[in-house]
């Protein structure tokens, strides 16, 4: 069974950048696939990117150019740098390890 736990969430203002962490324990050996999506309700949940074992990576089209993932497969963690921050990606995000999920973690964008 693999755990995940986020970090990093919290509230920023509009163009300021946070850093979200995600560190799988347990069976984690030869997970594929780790990512990010994020809900806002009453909107549907989203996958704001994903990436490989290998290093692919892919975005939704609304963070292109400002957030990057990233991966440690020695370490179980992934990570997404947001940068240029907007209200509209106020959310909670969750870390997706194949398919297992994360608890949560709040992201607040406002002024």
């Known amino acids: 069974q693999v755990h995940l736990v986020e970090s990093g969430g919290g509230e920023v203002q509009p163009g300021e950048s946070l850093t979200l962490s995600c560190a799988a324990s347990?069976?984690?050996?030869?997970?594929?696939?780790m990512a990010w999506y994020r809900q806002a309700p009453p909107k549907q949940r989203e996958m704001v990117a994903r990436?490989?074992?290998?290093?692919?990576?892919l975005y939704t089209n609304s963070v292109k150019g400002r957030f990057t993932i990233s991966r440690d497969n020695a370490k179980n963690t992934v990570t997404l740098q947001m940068n240029s921050l907007k209200p509209e990606d106020t959310a909670v995000y969750y870390c997706?390890?194949?398919?297992?999920w994360g608890q949560g973690i709040q992201v607040t964008v406002s002024a």
């Open positions: 347990g069976s984690v050996s030869n997970i594929y696939r």
């Open positions: 997706v390890a194949d398919e297992v």
């Open positions: 990436i490989t074992d290998t290093g692919s990576a």
